[in-house]
């Protein structure tokens, strides 16, 4: 897939850190070892585990760059082809 095929959505914002981890509060559902990127593109870790019920889960991430502060931001790539839309929507 061409990098312009690709488009960045969000994932959620960091909620902490727990034993070198990262601890995501998620708006849509990764793929287990799918890559994590901050709005720079730079790679932050790959998804290990999702955490919590279905209508409010968290995702945690391990990786060399996890030293993200609470609240920002954090992406994955996601194609318009191959890939359903997991998008979480509460209600």
């Given at each position: 897939?061409?990098?312009?095929?690709?488009?960045?959505?969000?994932?959620?914002?960091?909620?902490?850190?727990?034993?070198?981890?990262?601890?995501?509060?998620?708006?849509?559902?990764?793929?287990l070892g799918e890559k994590i990127y901050?709005?720079?593109?730079?790679e932050v870790g790959r998804v290990v585990s999702v955490l919590g019920p279905v209508s409010h889960f968290f995702v945690e991430?391990?990786?060399e760059n996890v030293s993200h502060e609470p609240g920002t931001p954090l992406y994955v790539l996601r194609g318009d082809r191959?890939?359903?839309?997991?998008?979480?929507?509460?209600?």
């Amino acid at each position: 897939m061409s990098h312009d095929a690709r488009k960045l959505k969000r994932l959620g914002r960091v909620w902490g850190h727990v034993e070198g981890s990262l601890i995501v509060e998620a708006e849509l559902l990764p793929e287990l070892g799918e890559k994590i990127y901050d709005s720079r593109l730079r790679e932050v870790g790959r998804v290990v585990s999702v955490l919590g019920p279905v209508s409010h889960f968290f995702v945690e991430i391990m990786g060399e760059n996890v030293s993200h502060e609470p609240g920002t931001p954090l992406y994955v790539l996601r194609g318009d082809r191959g890939k359903r839309d997991t998008g979480h929507r509460s209600g």
